[in-house]
């Protein structure tokens, strides 16, 4: 029946006396019909205070995750507000390099990084390497015994902690594609080879447990089975990944990032480790900071049963839902307040019977067709894992602040969808 809740919209969202949403000081439903629908909405005072926030917290070890949400405009932000950027991929490089961001200010991640991704990273110049398999290391011996300047590295470890998430997002457990092994001396033989050669500058360690971590405990634990292994070496690097949980929806509240770097930062005290925790936070920057907007096009009673309120985006821009069973909220901006006593489901327009946008939305009565209906909490993981699945053109992205709009990613055109094809 309640309200949407504020604390899930974004930190500069304002409801006008008549109901109505704005972001930045621009009006919601206006952008809907400026920009066209779906549309991602960003908050850029919003990311800012998020980074400003990673960086009180880590200083140098404050890191984005780009995976989250990227473009060019999000790497220049994420660089002007002082973070370095985790990159996962040779396209998520290309996008920050692209961005001008300097490499030295890069973290280049991967289970599978190739030789040209490497050799990128390192001709370019990365901070970091995030070294995850003997593979790598040998290619990127071959790559400096070529001429190649050896790159500072970290060891990713698996501490073989479940955190207490998604199973598809828990990544510190023992039967995981990451990393190298804590138990069995894995992790102690790559450090030792890694140590030893010189194609590479060993600086530290790195682990991640998981994502959309709400139990800070479970930080502190990895930091405990990490201990004994990383006090000894006395790296001067320790990167605890990201994985801060965010709330998206009613009831759901998440730790700050401060709140976050306070108990890592007392585990690792606790544990005698001295070296400089970083961390590598994505949702916790991005999430909050974006709604997604949509038009409803029908709305199908189906007798008995349940109504299907049908907008015009899907699984192709949030397949949070269809992949991790995630729960979002609606509402309508025009009348952010209201009341929301009918239950409906959102689906998109996909051709799947899985493209559900929010299972059981609550939403008000006069819900209707056109209406700009909104989800928030959309700023991770929504359009950087947006696919063009039944050749739906992917969402444009706007930055709104001080009552300007600046569009970042343009809508993709019926065009786009050609252009691939020989
Ligand atoms: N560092 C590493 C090494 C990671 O693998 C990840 C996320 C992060 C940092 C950032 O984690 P965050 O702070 O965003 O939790 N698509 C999934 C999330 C997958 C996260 C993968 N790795 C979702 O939509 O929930």
Not at 21 to 36: H, Q
Request: include cysteine; aromatic fraction near 6%.
């Amino acid at each position: 029946m309640t309200p949407l809740p504020h604390h899930l919209l974004p930190d500069n969202a304002a409801v006008g006396a008549d109901g109505r949403l704005a972001i930045g000081g621009c009006d919601v439903v206006e952008l809907a019909r400026r920009f066209g629908t779906p549309l991602f909405v960003y908050d850029e005072e919003h990311l800012r205070a998020r980074c400003r926030e990673a960086v009180a917290a880590f200083g140098e070890g404050a890191t984005y995750a780009a995976k989250a949400f990227l473009c060019r405009a999000m790497a220049r932000l994420v660089h002007e507000e002082g973070m370095a950027l985790d990159v996962a991929s040779g396209g998520e490089l290309h996008v920050a390099l692209a961005a001008g961001v300097p490499a030295e200010r890069l973290v280049l991640h991967g289970n599978n990084k190739s030789t040209t991704e490497l050799t990128t990273a390192l001709d370019a110049g990365v901070g970091r390497v995030v070294v995850d398999s003997h593979d790598e290391l040998d290619r990127i011996e071959g790559l400096v015994a070529a001429g190649a300047a050896p790159p500072r590295v970290l060891v990713r470890v698996t501490p073989g902690v479940e955190a207490h998430t998604h199973v598809y997002v828990q990544t510190g457990q023992a039967d995981s594609k990451f990393g190298f092994g804590l138990a069995a001396g894995v992790a102690r033989a790559a450090v030792e080879r890694v140590a030893a050669s010189p194609a590479m500058d060993l600086v530290g360690i790195h682990a991640h447990i998981g994502s959309n971590v709400f139990v800070l405990s479970s930080f502190a634990q990895a930091v405990e089975v990490l201990a004994d292994f990383v006090a000894p070496l006395g790296l001067p690097e320790l990167v605890l990944g990201g994985g801060l949980g965010v709330a998206y929806v009613a009831g759901e509240q998440a730790p700050t990032i401060a709140e976050w770097a306070t108990v890592l930062a007392k585990a690792c005290a606790d544990a005698g480790i001295s070296a400089r925790i970083g961390a590598e936070p994505g949702r916790a920057i991005a999430a909050g900071a974006a709604v997604t907007l949509y038009t409803v096009g029908t709305i199908k009673e189906v007798d008995g049963i349940r109504t299907y309120v049908a907008v015009d985006g899907g699984m192709s821009d949030n397949p949070r839902p269809v992949l991790y069973g995630s729960g979002y909220e609606a509402f309508l901006p025009r009348a952010t307040d209201a009341e929301r006593p009918r239950v409906v489901r959102v689906v998109g327009k996909h051709c799947e019977s899985g493209d559900v946008v929010v299972a059981d939305a609550r939403l008000p009565v006069d819900l209707a067709v056109g209406d700009v209906l909104a989800t928030p909490v959309t700023g991770a993981y929504g359009h950087s894992m947006a696919s063009n699945y039944n050749k739906v053109t992917r969402p444009a992205v706007v930055f709104v602040a001080g009552g300007d709009a600046q569009v970042v990613v343009r809508r993709e055109t019926l065009d786009d969808l050609l252009a691939l094809d020989t």
